[in-house]
């Protein structure tokens, strides 16, 4: 099966060369946006790229207020941050994520608390949080949402949209409304992805997108926050830009902040690629079906979007049949130029994270050992 499955991947991208998990590709007009970025001078965080590349991404997602920040991760910091995460809270989160999302819990002081995952989507399970929650939290008079055991306020929730298939929003969304938990989507991977209708970072409060190297599209590094409230987004453009008063000379600031506004540079990328993006969506869903044709004429699962939602299947997700298949399959691909990648190590097995409150976490255990990412840029040839 590995053998047929290497051939099968150099057949979709017609090369005998290496193939990486996911590749950018610069096929329009970035060359002649980035000349005109240092034709202007205007290269750091000051520029027109970064407004355009700012309304592009609100009128895209259909978000009122994005604002830029430098990669995604300082996105999702300001995001909890404008939740009103303090130190000594909890943020529940699921264990099955990249580390930047405990990263950025952490960056506020705050505890990260673990809930398993679906099997289906692969996000933050709602029957999971209801569970703990239900098992371990109560409102108290003062309207906020505190453990019992641990004595702290539970201030958040972030579902991740797991290499681009939606979390379960509505529900999750539901049941943080009824113990008073911001709901702060980690969207990093999903843009182009929809639930029910709308855009992934929608359903919340406040959410954060990716644009490394390696996702749908790039900036090179960057990110954006998204968010309808228009307070929100204001103290976001504040505090991502030093939080600096407007003066025409004098140098004054009036709260800690951040100095993560994306460089004009980048958004110039940024603005370009997004010119790109709903054919490169397209081309990434016709790469799904063919896998998903491959792998049911050969006994194998990939992960399909779930209903109700559409995945851009940033990263196409095979399931091996246990985890030492997994591994057979990740020593066969790779050493024969087929780049494939196992999920991230889950967030609790980690050192930092070992005494972090959790809870059962079967789906995620099960999943991380036989999840295997598979090759998933865009096809040039595709359709």
């Given at each position: 099966m590995f053998d047929d499955f290497v051939r099968f991947v150099r057949e979709l991208y017609s090369t005998s060369d290496f193939i990486p998990l996911h590749r950018p590709y610069?096929?329009?007009?970035?060359?002649?946006?980035?000349?005109?970025?240092?034709?202007?001078?205007?290269?750091?965080?000051?520029?027109?790229?970064?407004?355009?590349?700012?309304?592009?991404?609100?009128?895209?997602?259909?978000?009122?207020?994005?604002?830029?920040?430098?990669?995604?991760?300082?996105?999702?910091?300001?995001?909890?941050?404008?939740?009103?995460?303090?130190?000594?809270?909890?943020?529940?989160?699921?264990s099955l994520t990249f580390i930047a999302t405990c990263n950025a819990i952490r960056y506020c002081g705050a505890k990260p608390v673990f809930v398993d995952v679906d099997r289906a989507s692969l996000g933050l399970s709602p029957e999971s949080l209801g569970n703990f929650l239900d098992e371990n939290a109560e409102l108290r008079d003062d309207g906020l949402c505190w453990n019992k055991k641990s004595g702290r306020i539970i201030r958040a929730c972030v579902p991740m949209h797991t290499f681009g298939f939606p979390a379960r929003?509505?529900?999750?969304?539901?049941?943080?409304?009824?113990?008073?938990?911001?709901?702060?989507?980690?969207?990093?991977?999903s843009l182009g992805s929809l639930y029910k209708g709308h855009h992934t970072g929608k359903i919340g409060l406040v959410s954060a997108l990716s644009f490394n190297g390696n996702k749908i599209i790039t900036t090179g590094g960057g990110g954006m926050i998204l968010t309808d409230d228009e307070a929100i987004a204001n103290h976001a453009r504040h505090i991502t830009t030093t939080a600096k008063l407007s003066h025409p000379w004098f140098y004054e600031h009036?709260?800690?902040?951040?100095?993560?506004?994306?460089?004009?540079?980048?958004?110039?990328?940024?603005?370009?690629?997004?010119?790109?993006?709903?054919?490169?969506?397209?081309?990434k869903r016709q790469v799904a079906v063919q896998y998903q044709e491959w792998g049911e004429g050969h006994g194998v699962d990939f992960t399909k979007e779930p209903p109700g939602a559409r995945a851009n299947y940033w990263l196409n997700v095979l399931i091996t049949k246990d985890k030492g298949q997994r591994d057979a399959m990740l020593e066969f691909t790779n050493a024969?130029?087929?780049?494939?990648?196992?999920?991230?190590?889950?967030?609790?097995?980690?050192i930092m994270n070992r005494e972090c409150v959790k809870s059962e976490l079967t789906n995620t255990e099960w999943l991380f050992e036989r999840l295997v990412n598979v090759p998933s840029s865009v096809v040039l040839n595709a359709g």
């Open positions: 610069f096929i329009g007009n970035e060359k002649q946006y980035l000349l005109d970025t240092i034709d202007s001078t205007y290269v750091s965080s000051v520029g027109a790229y970064v407004d355009e590349f700012e309304q592009k991404i609100a009128d895209f997602t259909g978000a009122k207020y994005a604002i830029a920040t430098v990669n995604g991760t300082a996105a999702l910091h300001v995001a909890l941050k404008l939740a009103g995460v303090e130190a000594g809270d909890e943020v529940i989160t699921q929003l509505t529900e999750l969304n539901n049941i943080c409304a009824r113990y008073n938990i911001n709901l702060v989507e980690d969207a990093a991977e009036d709260e800690t902040a951040f100095n993560y506004r994306l460089p004009n540079l980048n958004a110039a990328l940024g603005v370009a690629q997004i010119e790109s993006l709903p054919d490169f969506i397209d081309n024969n130029g087929v780049m494939t990648r196992p999920a991230w190590t889950p967030m609790h097995k980690l």
